[in-house]
């Protein structure tokens, strides 16, 4: 699926402002908008609950623009997708890596600051792939952070749900060019099916 600056805005239905988002260097302070629950903001049945949270804390090492390793634990960011690394969009008529690009701003969100992971949900029958966790840099959600910048992506049949205001956040980041909306791009579920940009060479 191709997708381009002005596709894939999020309705919202109803405006409310948000003052109390966590503060971080880099991010304005402007409110955020509430809407009505997305219906695709739903749990996979193909995810099963993690029971009682573990909570890991430390500095982390990012591995791509949604996943972090916290003391040797491997961790998925909860509700959102990024580009894969070696994935490329497009911005002013020229291919550029996104996907490297997606990791450098989730190395920016947790550079220099203890992150904690509280696992959210793990995946059925896949013990050794990385737990889906709710990640905070210095307080700030990662998750909220990387729609924010538009590094990364709603999916549209996400394994964990996120806040409904979420949307509203990746509507922002588009209208604004944040990211990934300053040009065009294959949304990274379908990157992963052998969808491409019409430039992008086939590996």
């Given at each position: ?5 002005p596709?894939?805005?999020a ?8 003052p ?7 991010f304005?302070r402007?409110?955020?908008?509430a809407v009505?629950v997305?219906?695709?903001l739903?749990l ?5 609950a993690?029971g009682?949270?573990a ?18 634990q ?5 509700g959102?997708?990024a ?27 947790t550079?220099g600051?203890?992150v904690?992971?509280r ?9 050794t792939?990385p737990?889906?966790a ?7 959600d990662?998750?909220?952070g990387?729609i924010?910048t538009g590094?990364?992506l709603l999916?549209?049949e996400?394994?964990?749900a996120?806040?409904?205001s979420?949307?509203?956040?990746q509507?922002?980041a588009?209208?604004?060019?944040h ?12 990157w992963?099916?052998g ?6 060479p086939v590996?």
């Amino acid at each position: 699926m191709h997708w381009s600056r002005p596709s894939a805005k999020a309705t919202a239905t109803r405006i409310t402002e948000r003052p109390d988002l966590p503060k971080r260097p880099g991010f304005s302070r402007k409110p955020f908008a509430a809407v009505g629950v997305f219906a695709s903001l739903t749990l996979l049945s193909s995810v099963a609950a993690a029971g009682p949270a573990a909570s890991v804390r430390g500095l982390a090492q990012i591995v791509d623009g949604d996943s972090l390793e916290i003391a040797g634990q491997s961790f998925d960011l909860a509700g959102v997708d990024a580009p894969e690394l070696g994935q490329r969009c497009m911005k002013r008529q020229r291919l550029y890596n996104c996907g490297d690009l997606a990791q450098a701003a989730l190395m920016d969100l947790t550079a220099g600051v203890e992150v904690e992971c509280r696992t959210v949900a793990s995946r059925s029958g896949e013990t050794t792939q990385p737990r889906i966790a709710r990640c905070h840099a210095d307080g700030y959600d990662l998750s909220e952070g990387m729609i924010y910048t538009g590094w990364a992506l709603l999916p549209p049949e996400p394994e964990v749900a996120l806040p409904e205001s979420f949307v509203v956040i990746q509507s922002r980041a588009e209208e604004r060019g944040h990211g990934l909306w300053k040009g065009s791009f294959v949304a990274p579920w379908e990157w992963r099916r052998g969808v491409r940009l019409p430039e992008e060479p086939v590996d």
